[in-house]
């Protein structure tokens, strides 16, 4: 039975396949797949997301797409909505 592979795995096997092809790779950062694992863990969409974090989604899209990284207070915050959700959520009434 094939088991589906995670959106990371994914990701991983299309840069091999890339690699193969002679493209670069694409590098990903620690901070980056936090922010795609706790929003997706949330099941928020982007907006979403940007809303509960008070942030603007353009932010939020440049963290996701590797273009800027989080600094140290956005990480913790995005730690916190990993793990206790409903705070952030009660900020943002």
């Not at 096997?13 to 790779?25: F, T």
């Not at 950062?29 to 795609?36: A, G, K, T």
């Not at 963290?63 to 995005?78: F, M």
Request: glycine letters at 8%; charged letters at 20%; proline letters at 6%.
């Amino acid at each position: 039975m094939a088991k589906k592979m995670s959106d990371a795995g994914q990701a991983l096997s299309d840069d091999v396949l890339g690699i193969n092809a002679g493209m670069p790779a694409k590098i990903w950062f620690p901070e980056q797949l936090l922010v795609i694992a706790v929003r997706k863990q949330l099941q928020k969409s982007q907006p979403g997301f940007a809303k509960l974090l008070g942030i603007p989604v353009g932010t939020l899209r440049d963290w996701e797409q590797g273009r800027k990284q989080p600094d140290s207070a956005a990480v913790t915050l995005i730690k916190v909505a990993q793990s206790h959700p409903e705070v952030l959520a009660n900020l943002a009434t």
